[in-house]
């Protein structure tokens, strides 16, 4: 990689850290696990002229770690320490899930039950999780799953572009906690009703032929487009490097995936002079 960077990841407890940590080392990062957040500005300090792509993993098990971590990331600022907070998530009911099937306490739970300690843990993160560049909702994700986005994201470093995903949902499933930015595409009339589309899904030819066909959302589409693209600028100047478009439809199935793929094809064949990359990818799709 050709510059230095800093990647401090963090998240829920069960979200699927060491996941992420094990697919940034399979990619050539170098990553510190556990690390005591005041070390954070010193390890920073020293690795500047490494040009090495460093993680580094916080998280609650290291006690003081809310007071710590936030002094950490403002003396980093006050440097001028180039740097990115990536924040795992995932929803309660999962994460209990994951608790109970490894049969392990979640660490702040104590004599508590396991949603008490998530509970905890969510107040302790809130603020952390409010200044996270990117955050990643693994509630659906497998671990194969949850690699590739992560390759996805971090393969190559700190590039001066843009990365947009445009991710398909249903509704019905819930609205994706990592969506910076919702579109719903619920007015479009509903190729499941069509008998002979309904076992189909968006990425079949007929259904996004009859979706992209319907009356309006063309211009529709254009003017998303339009709208995205004048908003990349202010993303540049903000420093994000990552944004998750979340297009909802009822099921996730036909609409969004659809609607998803055609923004996710204009946006990369149309904005190659405003320096983003875009790729759709579906929540929802197989889930009925």
């Known amino acids: 990689m050709a510059t230095q960077e800093l990647l401090i990841l963090t998240g829920m407890s069960g979200a699927g850290r060491s996941t992420v940590a094990h697919a940034l080392e399979d990619l050539g990062w170098y ?7 005041a070390l954070l500005p010193q390890l920073a300090e020293q690795s500047l002229d490494t040009h090495a792509a460093l993680a580094v993993v916080v998280d609650v098990r290291g006690g003081k770690f809310f007071d710590e971590l936030n002094n950490a990331l403002s003396q980093l600022k006050g440097a001028a320490t180039p740097y990115r907070l990536l924040f795992l998530d995932a929803t309660d009911q999962s994460l209990v899930q994951r608790f109970e099937s490894t049969r392990r ?7 508590d039950r396991i949603v008490d300690g998530i509970e905890r843990e969510r107040a302790k993160l809130e603020e952390i999780r409010a ?9 659906n994700l497998n671990v194969h799953q949850l690699e590739k986005r992560t390759s996805e994201i ?7 572009s843009l990365r947009v995903n445009v991710l398909s949902f249903g509704y019905k499933y819930g609205i994706p906690v990592d969506a910076d930015l919702v579109l719903d595409c619920r007015f479009i009339p509903n190729p499941h009703w069509i008998p002979e589309l309904r076992p189909m899904n968006g990425l079949d ?10 009356e309006g959302v063309e211009d529709f589409v254009k003017s998303y487009v339009s709208v995205v693209q004048r908003m990349i600028p202010g993303y540049f100047r903000e420093g994000k490097k990552y ?4 297009i ?3 099921g996730g199935k036909h609409r969004s995936v659809a609607i998803a793929e055609e923004i996710a094809r204009q946006l990369s064949t149309s904005s190659k002079d405003l320096e983003i990359t875009a790729h759709a990818t579906h929540r929802d799709v197989g889930r009925e």
């Open 105 to 111: 306490p979640h660490p702040l739970q104590g004599k």
């Open 154 to 160: 971090f393969a190559a470093g700190m590039l001066p």
């Open 31 to 37: 990553v510190v696990d556990n690390l005591p957040p």
């Open 248 to 250: 909802g439809c009822t």
């Open 131 to 139: 200044q996270a560049d990117v955050v990643i909702d693994t509630s």
């Open 205 to 214: 030819k007929p259904v996004s032929e009859k979706v992209l066909g319907s």
């Open 243 to 246: 944004v998750t478009i979340a």
